[in-house]
């Protein structure tokens, strides 16, 4: 089955940047759409980005302009380039992935462990 695993989180200031990577690894898979979502304390996930296969990309309106979502179908990694951080981009991060199989169900999610994004002076 599918593993996603995260890097690139840790602490910024307001203004700064960080590059977030995940990749997934395993075997019977085909990962179609990739993505990140963020959850900051009290509050529920929520979707940053996605994009295909094909490069067709969508941003949550509060990120627009500042993140940029990109990724390697060679090496089923997606990457997320985070400029101009907020203090309200502080959450942890968690790579999404839809898969499918050639078994039933066929598509599932598959999301990874997460990884902290602190924006603070």
């Known amino acids: 089955q599918v593993q996603l695993v995260e890097s690139g989180g840790g602490l910024v200031q307001p203004g700064g940047s960080l590059r977030l990577s995940c990749a997934a690894s395993g075997s019977g898979f085909s990962i179609k759409t990739m993505g990140w979502y963020r959850q900051a304390p009290g509050k529920q996930r929520e979707l940053v980005a996605t994009?295909?296969?094909?490069?067709?990309?969508v941003y949550a309106d509060s990120v627009k302009g500042r993140f940029t979502i990109s990724r390697d179908n060679a090496k089923n990694t997606v990457y997320l380039q985070m400029n101009s951080l907020k203090p309200e981009d502080t959450a942890v991060y968690f790579c999404?992935?839809?898969?499918?199989?050639?078994?039933?169900?066929?598509?599932?999610?598959?999301w990874g462990q997460g990884t902290q994004v602190t924006v603070s002076s």
């Open positions: 994009i295909t296969r094909g490069g067709t990309t």
């Open positions: 999404y992935a839809r898969g499918q199989t050639t078994v039933v169900p066929y598509t599932r999610d598959y």
